[in-house]
């Protein structure tokens, strides 16, 4: 009966023993690939290693990653804006972010690219699902939507790119200081816009 009731606790032990090690892999796979998050773009890793081998640190390839999605966020709700806006201040700004971030967009991906950094092509759930409320907007409530919108957006992407120019990268640091000034006078505009909607 002793012996019975030793091998019955020997194999309630290693149960709970390999139960414990699922658990434990388990933990460490939920763990990785919530910290994989930060650094998965398009499905595919990019690791700090990998910034770190091409010469650019980790904040470094998160600014441009940054940077990337907001440029992308730019043009589209330009184009909404010269679909749905009827104000011809509107429609000349937006035309302006299409040309200016662009460009800008161009520039990045080059530098992206040159540092082995992986950044995104399409815009995050929450953004592209803002961009599709924004397209069933029309008139005065599009326009103040989206005046207000780039006011927001590029006082937010200033304070990015001031982080930006502090990186010990030269080459982010140049890109950074001369986008750096076109978006400033983005945010200008943007706000002698806002006041003559008023």
């Known amino acids: ?12 032990a290693a149960s709970a023993f390999q139960a414990c090690q699922t658990a434990d892999k388990k933990s460490a796979t939920t763990k990785d690939s919530v910290s994989g998050d930060t ?3 398009n499905g595919t890793h ?12 980790e904040e470094g390839a998160t600014f441009l990653r940054k940077a990337a999605v907001g440029g992308i966020m730019e043009i589209e709700a330009a184009k909404v804006a010269l679909n749905n806006s009827s104000n011809t201040e509107i429609k000349s700004f937006a035309e302006m972010m299409i040309t200016d971030h662009s460009k800008a967009n161009k520039e990045l991906k080059e530098f992206a690219e ?5 950044t995104p ?11 599709d409320a924004m397209k069933k907007m029309k008139g005065a409530d599009f326009d103040k939507h989206y005046v207000d919108m780039m006011v927001n957006d590029h006082e937010k992407t200033v304070t990015l790119f001031q982080q930006g120019i502090q990186n010990r990268d030269a080459g982010l640091k140049t890109w950074a200081t001369n986008t750096l000034k076109v978006i ?14 008023k």
Do not use: C, W, Y
Request: no cysteine.
């Open 184 to 197: 400033e006078a983005h945010t200008v505009k943007a706000k002698e816009i806002a006041a003559n909607l």
């Open 39 to 41: 650094t998965m773009v």
């Open 121 to 131: 092509e399409a815009l995050p759930a929450e953004d592209q699902i803002h961009l």
């Open 114 to 118: 040159a540092k082995r950094v992986i």
């Open 1 to 12: 009966m002793k012996k019975i009731f030793f091998i019955a606790v020997a194999i309630s």
């Open 46 to 57: 990019t690791t700090g290693a990998e910034s770190t081998a091409s010469g650019l640190d």
